[in-house]
């Protein structure tokens, strides 16, 4: 953490070249604000449009919220029934893999004609890309195991389910935390999306209108909210990863780490 | 408690493992099992573990057949097998959780005997080695099953750490007296701790020989250079 604080400036400093060298060049080349608007453009009208687009965010954070909670409980479930019962897993393993390579979003002009507008074909949209990362990432959690620590815990009696518990899971955990924090942004990623298709709120609707009336800025002021929507989560995600795993070491702290 | 080890033999396949092995410990019987690398030492822990199947021959605990039947010993690993997710004072309750009845009051209390006060929320990977091999053994001894097995539990530390467990570990076993079949390559080890030396041949293993160690308890280190421990030292060496 302390590294961190320490090394943060060099990308702060980075990124404010960017912005001025940016700047500087929509200028020198006279740029129409609607192919390129500058920075200090861009963030004039995230100022003064805040009241609309702050209206467009709650219905977008909601459906990232829910869609995100829906497909990992799902990859959850589908990760513990498939370790759990391995013929299962023969069966629908490979298909599991093969269906990661299909990009979901296709699957969305589909869900709209089955589904309509409404809420629920874009949550199914978000869980789905949501549930992959999640059931795959478990799965090689659970498979990774420590061979000694499984033969002792046999050794010492224990039951299926207490395998499970006591060790599969504790030791899956630190995946199934990776897996959730790819999944975060693929969630925000996959509302957006979503919402292009078709919705009456939401940032997606909000970019969609910006760029057909050719208000780039607005376009650039829809990508800011996104990318802040996306670190956010992923940073309450790494919170709560460092609430539940405390066992791991902080770098460079141990002198035990082996 | 008893043991009975009764013509057990094992295969893999046509690796001919373990040959009709029996063997006895009785109740409150320190016995070790020496034998060289790749006898079958494991392979038969894991057999009274009830980890897999003998190819022939039987186990009985206290006269009731234990063949494939798990969790009626305890046991102690080569490697400490502890949980890094758990702390000190939940890996050494880990035995009693699966069994079903957990002691924290008295798991305190070893953890102190053991000298490790003011771990018990620790997680293990801020233990030395030989802290971890003394959480392992504590682990073993709460356990609720009266038989502990225990695979070369010291053979990863270096030799002063060694004979510092061995002392510790027999403090803590005189007090408690619980059945114990120990594993090792060490001939002075073995003499040191055991009440009885089984020595296993070279695979496949059989039993070669039983030694009874007449030495009184409690031991201390100054045994080690006696001339009486020496002549036992010669005479095992010459039978393995
Ligand atoms: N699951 C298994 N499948 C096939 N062969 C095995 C298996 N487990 C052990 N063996 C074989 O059994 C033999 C004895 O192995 P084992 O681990 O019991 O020896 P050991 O006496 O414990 O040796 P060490 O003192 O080095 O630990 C070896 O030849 C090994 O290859
Ligand atoms: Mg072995």
């Known amino acids: 953490m302390s590294t961190m604080a320490k090394k943060g400036w060099r990308p702060v400093l980075a990124i404010i070249l960017f912005f001025i060298l940016w700047e500087v060049g929509t200028r020198i080349f006279d740029m129409p604000s609607w192919l390129l608007p500058g920075p200090i453009q861009i963030f004039q009208e995230a100022w003064t449009s805040w009241s609309i687009y702050t209206e467009h965010l709650p219905s977008t954070i909601q459906l990232i919220v829910l869609g995100f909670l829906i497909g990992s409980g799902v990859g959850v479930f589908v990760a513990i029934c498939l370790h759990l019962m391995p013929l299962l897993k023969d069966l629908f393993y490979p298909f599991i893999i093969i269906s990661q390579n299909i990009p979901v979003i296709v699957l969305a002009p589909l869900l709209v004609i089955w589904f309509g507008f409404g809420m629920l074909p874009k949550l199914i949209v978000i869980s789905l890309v949501c549930f992959f990362p999640i059931t795959i990432a478990l799965l090689d959690g659970f498979r990774q195991t420590d061979a000694d620590l499984k033969h002792y815990i046999q050794m010492a009696g224990a039951t299926k389910g207490q395998t499970f518990r006591k060790l599969e899971w504790p030791n899956a955990l630190p995946s199934l935390f990776s897996g959730l924090k790819i999944s975060a942004t693929y969630s925000v990623m996959g509302a957006v999306i979503s919402e292009w298709l078709g919705a009456s709120k939401g940032i997606g609707v909000y970019m969609t209108l910006a760029s057909s009336s050719y208000r780039t800025d607005r376009v650039f002021v829809a990508i800011i909210v996104i990318v802040a929507l996306s670190l956010l989560f992923f940073l309450l995600i790494t919170l709560i990863e460092k609430r539940v795993i405390k066992w791991k070491p902080e770098e460079g702290i141990n002198p035990y780490e082996s | ?240």
């Open chain 2, 1 to 240: 408690m008893s043991l009975e080890i009764h013509d057990i033999s094992k295969s893999f396949e046509d690796n001919h493992v373990l040959s009709n092995i029996n063997f006895s410990v009785k109740d409150g019987e320190f016995v070790s099992l020496l034998g060289p690398s790749g006898s079958g030492k494991s392979t038969l822990f894991s057999i009274i573990g009830g980890m897999s199947q003998p190819s022939g021959g039987s186990i009985y605990l206290d006269r009731e057949k234990i063949n494939g039947k798990r969790g009626s010993i305890s046991y102690m690993p080569q490697s400490s097998s502890l949980f890094p997710w758990r702390t000190i004072l939940d890996n050494v309750v880990l035995g009693q959780e699966i069994a079903g009845k957990v002691d924290k009051e008295k798991a305190l209390e070893m953890i102190e005997r053991a000298g490790l006060k003011g771990y018990e929320n620790s997680y293990p990977r801020q233990l030395s080695g030989g802290m971890k091999q003394r959480v392992s053994f504590i682990r073993s001894l709460l356990s609720p099953q009266s038989l502990i097995l225990l695979d070369e539990p010291f053979s990863a530390l270096d030799e002063f750490t060694r004979t510092k467990m061995q002392k510790w570990l027999l403090s803590i076993w005189e007090e408690h007296k619980r059945s114990i079949l120990f594993i090792t390559h060490n001939i002075e080890e073995a003499i040191f701790l055991s009440d009885r030396i089984i020595i296993l041949s070279n695979k496949p293993a059989t039993v070669k020989k039983e030694f009874i160690i007449p030495f009184d308890r409690p031991r201390d280190v100054n045994l080690l250079l006696s001339e009486e421990f020496l002549t036992w030292k010669k005479k095992i060496y010459e039978e393995m």
